[in-house]
Structure formats: structure tokens, C-alpha cells
């Protein structure tokens, strides 16, 4: 069946980098573009960045932008999630989602498969 794991996730300062992995498997992963989305306690669930299914094509939350990074390993099956200069305010459980030949969507209905999530904590 399809999986999709995310680790990487901790504690970290303001300030800090993290950089979060999610490994897919059961699916052709290829042909899926990948979303992130966070949710915070006492929140909706929160689109943060997707990319395109051939990799070309990447969009990102106003929040995030110019501080995180999607990135696509077809060879790995893998989707990362680089963040830079973390805010408290990034503090949440982050899930990674497959969207089957997605050109990258901010709708978590668009989303065919989702992981677990991982947790994210930054303290000020």
C-alpha cells in the first residue's frame, strides 16, 4: 500500500534550520507532485509549499517564502523540505502529500495520500 513517511522533524531556536524528508513507497512516485502543509494546535491544516510532478513548477505560502525550499528526488522517491530562519510562528506537525500528476495545489483535496506528519517546535 501507499506510504508516506516524514522525519526530520524537533525542536530548534528562532533562527534555526531544519530540514525535513518524506519518503515515499507503493506509488509511482514520479508521476505525483508533493505538497507540505502544517497544522498548528487549535488550527486548520495549512498549505506550505507544493512542487509539480515533473519538478518544474514550485509554489510556496507568502509566510514561508524566500526561507523554505521543496525540493524532488525521483531516484530516491523522496520530497525535502529545507527551512531556514524559523519563526515560533512555524511551530506545528508538517505532512507531506501526493497529488497524482499534480502541477502543484494548494487544496489539501487535491491530495490523493498523506503521511503522518512530523512534528516542528521553535522557541523564541
Known amino acids: 500500500q501507499v506510504q508516506l513517511v516524514e522525519s526530520g522533524g524537533g525542536s530548534v531556536q528562532a533562527g534555526g534550520s531544519l530540514k525535513l524528508s518524506c519518503a515515499a513507497s507503493?506509488?509511482?512516485?514520479?508521476?505525483?507532485?508533493m505538497g507540505w502543509f502544517r497544522q498548528a494546535p487549535g488550527k486548520e491544516r495549512e498549505f506550505v509549499t507544493a512542487?509539480?510532478?515533473?519538478?518544474?513548477?514550485?509554489i510556496y505560502a507568502d509566510s514561508v517564502k524566500g526561507r523554505f525550499t521543496i525540493s524532488k528526488d525521483n531516484a530516491k522517491n523522496t520530497v525535502s523540505l529545507q527551512m531556514n530562519s524559523l519563526k515560533p510562528e512555524d511551530t506545528a506537525v508538517y505532512y507531506c502529500?501526493?497529488?497524482?500528476?499534480?502541477?502543484?495545489?494548494?487544496?489539501?483535496?487535491?491530495?490523493?495520500?498523506w503521511g503522518q506528519g512530523t512534528q516542528v517546535t521553535v522557541s523564541s
Open positions: 512542487i509539480s510532478w515533473r519538478g518544474g513548477n514550485t
Open positions: 502529500a501526493a497529488d497524482r500528476y499534480g502541477l502543484g495545489s494548494q487544496e489539501t483535496r487535491q491530495y490523493n495520500y
Open positions: 507503493g506509488l509511482a512516485f514520479s508521476i505525483y507532485a
